[in-house]
């Protein structure tokens, strides 16, 4: 079935560095990627939708230039956390649409200390 | 946009016995609906989902009913056992035949199942 690798898994970084996250589909061309963000014992929120080629939409209250979205290829789209502080802290999950149904990431812990 | 109801917020059942969590969905052009597991620290898996043209689904333990005129769907579990002890979360879109839909969550059930 549809994959999709998501990496890293987990990251800790200090307080105003960037982190990036990867998610690649492994065995079919993702034209539409979607971005969650999951706080504990939350539900999983949409931050926003990317697009292969054109720039990503940002659901109502997400920061675009905080959480850059870059879908340049069918297989890759990544999400760059800029200038991360403690409250960026959360576990943020990747989603593309393929054959049958949504296809999801396993997720990155990102901690900012 | 969409926004999806999930009922109850924590459920406990003793092994064996069924486990039965409700959603509400507020847009009449979703027509995908699935379910997900979720243990901590993992990406959600699907578990069933069915779409607006059928009323029910089943798989094994597990089963899916649709009232596209209410618009609400529950998920069935039964015969449960400690291993189903997770949080569950419903969802809804337009479809994932619709490029740029995405799933809409609800705020998920957290089941124990107590042997």
């Known amino acids: 079935g549809a994959v999709v690798s998501q990496h890293p898994s987990r990251v800790i970084c200090k307080s105003g560095t960037s982190v990036k996250i990867e998610c690649r589909s492994l065995?079919?061309?993702?034209?539409?990627m979607f971005w969650y963000r999951q706080f504990p014992k939350k539900s999983l929120m949409l931050m926003a939708t990317s697009n292969e080629g054109s720039k990503a939409t940002y659901e109502q209250g997400v920061e675009k230039d905080k959480f850059l979205i870059n879908h340049a290829s069918l297989t890759l789209s990544t999400l760059t956390v800029t200038s991360a502080h403690p409250e960026d802290s959360s576990f943020y999950i990747c989603?593309?649409?393929?054959?049958?149904?949504?296809?999801f990431g396993s997720g990155t812990r990102l901690t900012v200390v | 946009g969409e926004n999806v109801e999930q009922h109850p917020s924590t459920l406990s059942v003793q092994e064996g016995d069924s486990a039965v969590i409700k959603c509400t969905y507020s847009?009449?052009?979703?027509?995908?609906f699935p379910w997900y597991k979720q243990e901590l620290g993992k990406g959600p898996q699907l578990i069933i989902d069915?779409?607006?043209?059928?009323g029910e689904k089943k798989d094994q333990r597990i089963a899916v009913t649709l009232n596209k005129t209410a618009k609400h769907f529950s998920l069935h579990i039964t015969e449960t056992q400690p291993e189903d002890s997770a949080v569950y979360f419903c969802a809804a879109s337009g479809g994932f035949a619709q490029a740029g839909t995405a799933l809409i969550f609800g705020k998920g059930t957290t089941l124990s199942v107590s042997s």
């Open positions: 989603s593309a649409s393929a054959v049958g149904g949504y296809t």
């Open positions: 065995d079919f061309q993702a034209t539409t």
């Open positions: 069915i779409r607006s043209n059928v």
């Open positions: 847009d009449s052009a979703s027509n995908y």
